[in-house]
């Protein structure tokens, strides 16, 4: 176990980044087509093939997941990834038509400080193309793929993974951007609102404080509470090798993103576009009543330590005037 994505067997990861532009994309990709729903939470969501994951919907699998920065622009990152996949052979087969599915979400990244004069075309075809090349078993946190561009209200945001194995076996694994409008850290100090779920100190091992002070609790949110805070959204993947159907996932996605309200202080505002996906590469069952909301219990966990990782390894932007990293405040 690498405490990443990749640990979930014939699941693999790629990043691609402009680093002039400060922005990025990160491919997920499936070895084999697996089920996958969605949910969303946030008020200003963008999303990429999200009507497919619609449990009134006919297809349950899809090939691949793309997360991207660029707000509206990012959409286009699912292209790339889909080009990919198509030079491969992969995708739904309609009598010889060979079309890849893939889904995706993005998040507001346009206003950190690098050079979005791109021209015509965005890059982000180019990027989900480059990042799904890149999937492998390996690849970074931090500022990196599609969290590369993200922030959040008091710290540097991030790209950041986590898995876990349930005592049955099942394993479960998150990959999350966190381009929160909220904070992932309690007030001005550097405790993480995740800590009670931290394995290993891979998030800095501080633990939450003694005790909590009114000001801790205070709304902190990116250009204070008279801002219209619109360049947030927090987007990621919760994915199994459980044995699940459609509505099972929906389920678990679900359950899931109650890992965002316990890593990020406040979550699923009117302008985040806070979305999750849930996957399941299907390898090994599990009973649908209790053995799904351990599933989810342990799912929701992962996601928050996902969250926390992500802002915990990010590095600032070269820009003037640019967030602070976690580590340049606190260290490692």
Wanted: hydrophobic residues 45%; contains cysteine.
């Amino acid at each position: 176990m690498k405490n990443l994505l990749t640990d979930i067997a014939g699941v693999r990861v790629g990043h691609a980044e402009d680093a002039k532009a400060a922005t990025g994309t990160t491919a997920i990709i499936f070895d084999s087509p697996a089920i996958a729903a969605i949910d969303v939470r946030g008020g200003g969501p963008g999303t990429r093939e999200g009507s497919l994951l619609d449990l009134a919907s006919t297809q349950e699998r899809i090939d691949a997941i793309a997360l991207s920065g660029g707000s509206a622009f990012g959409i286009e990152a699912g292209a790339g990834v889909q080009a990919w996949l198509a030079e491969q052979g992969r995708g739904l087969n309609i009598r010889g038509a060979v079309i890849p599915l893939v889904p995706g979400a993005i998040l507001f990244d346009l206003l950190n400080g690098g050079d979005k004069g791109w021209g015509r075309f965005a890059p982000y075809r180019d990027l989900g193309y480059a990042a799904a090349v890149a999937a492998g078993d390996d690849f970074a946190l931090g500022s990196a793929g599609a969290g590369l561009g993200a922030t959040t209200a008091t710290f540097k945001g991030g790209l950041g993974s986590a898995s876990a194995v349930l005592p049955n076996g099942i394993k479960v694994a998150a990959i999350v951007a966190v381009n929160a409008v909220g904070s992932a850290t309690v007030g001005d100090g550097p405790w993480f609102w995740a800590a009670p779920f931290e394995e290993n100190d891979e998030f800095g091992g501080r633990g939450l404080p003694a005790r909590f002070a009114p000001d801790m609790l205070r709304m902190r949110i990116k250009g204070g509470p008279a801002a219209s805070a619109r360049e947030n959204t927090t987007i990621g993947a919760v994915i199994t090798d459980a044995v699940l159907t459609k509505p099972q996932a929906k389920r678990l996605a679900m359950i899931a993103h109650t890992g965002f309200a316990r890593a990020i202080y406040p979550v699923h505002a009117p302008t985040d576009g806070d979305v999750l996906f849930a996957a399941a590469t299907c390898e090994k069952p599990i009973e649908p009543l209790v053995g799904l909301t351990e599933l989810g219990t342990i799912a929701a966990n992962v996601v928050a330590r996902a969250i926390a990782r992500g802002v915990y390894s990010a590095t600032a932007l070269p820009f003037p005037g640019a967030l602070p990293a976690w580590k340049d405040r606190f260290g490692g």
